[in-house]
């Protein structure tokens, strides 16, 4: 993941000075260049379905589409009714795609388009009667390119997050690294006690969305 698709906000806490020695660190994921996803077993496919597993812990069917149409949701339907047949003590099952769902909200020429979201939420009632019949309680997940990137924004996936994109992971020791550096350099350029708190200040704790 690039700089540009990650916004980092670096706040002090434990004191009013913005050089303090701790910074607490707040990291919002835009996005994954699936592009970049490394093959695993000779295809992306394979290596989608693998990272998915990693970082699910539950049922889950991995999809590496493109996009959701017919074709691919009687997949799913199938890959669903399956896994329903197979595993009487199942929960929970999170369906992985490397693209969010669609605003339900379209509007198209004047008229209202069925979203993926629409369509999803439709095929999970139908999933939910599967289950009821079996007399299974299963609740259904989508983990699309937002809820991925924000698990592999987590520090314990920085390993993981280099070895399936082979890029640099911005996490909270990155950040903190940095401003150690930063620190450093100041060195005896900056006095605490002349440090003047300014109104403007607070803006930066909202954006960060601090105890402040």
Not at 36 to 44: A, V
Not at 56 to 81: C, M, P, R, Y
Request: proline share 4%.
């Amino acid at each position: 993941m690039t700089a540009g698709q990650m916004k980092a906000m670096a706040t002090t806490s434990g004191a009013s000075s913005p050089y303090a020695a701790k910074a607490s660190l707040y990291i919002a994921v835009v996005s994954l260049n699936w592009s970049k996803l490394r093959t695993w077993d000779g295809s992306q496919n394979k290596a989608f379905e693998e990272l998915c597993c990693q970082l699910a812990h539950a049922g889950w069917q991995t999809k590496f589409f493109s996009s959701l149409g017919s074709t691919q949701w009687e997949q799913i339907d199938k890959s669903v009714k399956t896994a329903l047949g197979k595993h009487p003590r199942l929960t929970r099952y999170v369906a992985c795609l490397p693209f969010d769902r669609a605003d339900p909200r379209i509007v198209k020429k004047g008229k209202p388009q069925k979203s993926a979201m629409s369509e999803w939420n439709e095929h999970v009632k139908t999933w939910s009667t599967w289950a009821a019949e079996r007399n299974m309680a299963v609740t259904f997940d989508y983990w699309g390119d937002h809820e991925i990137a924000e698990r592999l924004a987590l520090e314990v996936h920085q390993g993981r997050h280099y070895f399936w994109f082979h890029e640099e992971h911005f996490g909270p020791a990155w950040f903190q690294q940095r401003f150690e550096e930063a620190r450093g350099n100041i060195d005896e350029r900056y006095t605490p006690e002349l440090n003047v708190d300014l109104p403007v200040a607070r803006l930066f704790e909202g954006l960060g969305r601090s105890a402040e």
